[in-house]
């Protein structure tokens, strides 16, 4: 069984920093893509970043230049470096882990909430 755990979020003030971590454990075959997505009260889940085994990433348009996904492959675990923090990206952020070919797995969230 697949369990994916994240870790790192909390309030911080505007122009702020976090650091989001997930790991994933578990897994009998090797991790491929990982990301980060976020949901706000009453909005969809959005992605926010995405990163492949290779390290190509890929990064949603509202936090382009603020935020930084990497991953250590050795520890199949994803992080996500927030700077610049904007009350607008206060939302409910969950992990997403590719794992082929069983499929898709996702953690529980962690709750980042930015004061203005």
């Known amino acids: 069984q697949v369990q994916v755990v994240e870790s790192g979020g909390g309030l911080v003030q505007a122009g702020g920093s976090l650091r989001l971590s997930c790991a994933a454990s578990?897994?009998?075959?090797?991790?491929?893509?990982m990301g980060w997505y976020r949901q706000a009260p009453g909005k969809q889940r959005d992605l926010v970043a995405t990163i492949t085994r290779g390290d190509s990433t890929n990064y949603a348009d509202s936090v382009k230049g603020r935020f930084t996904i990497s991953r250590d492959n050795a520890k199949n675990t994803v992080y996500l470096q927030m700077n610049s923090l904007k009350p607008d990206d206060t939302a409910v952020y969950y992990c997403?882990?590719?794992?082929?070919?069983?499929?898709?797995?996702w953690g529980q969230g962690t709750q980042v909430t930015v004061s203005s």
């Open positions: 578990g897994s009998p075959f090797s991790i491929s893509a």
């Open positions: 997403h882990t590719e794992v082929r070919p069983l499929g898709d797995y």
